[in-house]
């Protein structure tokens, strides 16, 4: 795993419609990162730090059962962002993030999104549109006993070994 200063927060949809402004001050604390297939953003166990905000490429969130079983709970593409449990309070992360093809990922941790947002207020509601957007998504997966594909992007949990 390598960084490249080549990657930017303003690259992905969820901020498109935010001004550059907003992005300069994002960009120069965001730590960018190059992943090659199967290499892990992050492990189940690690304490949750950083935001993750994939630029380019997808990946599989998995968790290791007690008896060694691996289940994908869902896959992640450009656009979106995980570890969103870093805004909220200090945890660990439930599942690891295994790069499924090379991928591009900025990075930003807990205490360098609060510097950048209380400068930037309107950066904050995009954070919240988009997280009320996984909240939607998870409300209609667990109002969905079968787990097929709800409003929104459709990657909700899959079955064991499905998929990938």
């Known amino acids: 795993m390598d960084s490249r200063s080549g990657l930017c927060l303003r690259d992905l949809p969820l ?3 935010v001004g550059l402004e907003v992005f300069r001050p994002g ?3 965001a730590d960018k990162k190059v992943l090659r297939r199967g290499e892990r953003l992050f492990a189940q166990g ?3 730090d950083a935001v993750h905000l994939i630029n380019q490429g997808s990946f599989k969130l998995v968790r290791v059962t007690e008896d060694g079983r691996e289940i994908v709970l869902r896959l ?9 449990d870093a805004l909220f309070q200090n945890s660990s992360y439930a599942a690891s993030a295994v790069a499924l093809e090379d991928a591009r990922v900025c990075s930003i941790s807990r205490e ?5 947002i209380k400068q930037r207020p ?6 919240m ?7 939607t998504d998870l409300w209609a997966q667990l109002h969905d006993p079968r ?4 409003r929104g992007n459709g990657r909700g949990p899959m079955a064991e070994g499905e998929g990938v």
Do not use: T, Y
């Open 15 to 17: 901020f498109s419609k």
């Open 27 to 29: 960009c120069a604390v």
């Open 46 to 48: 690690d304490p949750v």
């Open 76 to 84: 992640a593409s450009q656009g979106e962002i995980l570890g969103e």
């Open 112 to 116: 360098r999104l609060e510097e950048v």
């Open 122 to 127: 309107d950066l904050a509601w995009q954070v």
């Open 129 to 135: 549109a988009n997280l009320g957007s996984r909240l």
């Open 147 to 150: 787990g097929q594909k709800h």
